[in-house]
């Protein structure tokens, strides 16, 4: 079992940066893979930026540039800094990890809101 506990959100005026991490417990070794998912009121969840365990980064076209997505093997925390925020980019961000035997397993969400 794997638990994510998400922080680092709130409110920012656009332009501005904010930095999410996602702190994991548990049998963190199984996790092959983390990322970011954010879902804003109306739209559906996509899928933000991923990292492997080997350290290979991906991370979505309109983020590019603006959000990079990182981590602490020491500290089991993975961090997402964004920057240059816009207002579109308000919505619930979650933390996400696969593991070995197609586990999968999410945090609780943190709000971010980009104001204008």
């Known amino acids: 079992q794997v638990q994510l506990v998400e922080s680092g959100g709130g409110s920012v005026q656009a332009g501005g940066s904010l930095r999410l991490s996602c702190a994991a417990s548990?049998?963190?070794?199984?996790?092959?893979?983390i990322g970011w998912y954010r879902q804003a009121p109306g739209k559906q969840r996509e899928l933000v930026a991923t990292?492997?365990?080997?350290?290979?980064?991906n991370v979505a076209d309109s983020v590019k540039g603006r959000f990079t997505i990182s981590r602490d093997n020491t500290k089991n925390t993975m961090y997402l800094q964004m920057s240059s925020l816009k207002p579109e980019d308000t919505a619930v961000y979650y933390c996400?990890?696969?593991?070995?035997?197609?586990?999968?397993?999410w945090g609780q969400g943190t709000q971010v809101t980009v104001s204008s």
């Open positions: 990292i492997s365990s080997g350290g290979s980064t």
């Open positions: 548990g049998s963190t070794l199984d996790i092959t893979a």
């Open positions: 996400n990890a696969n593991a070995f035997f197609r586990r999968e397993y």
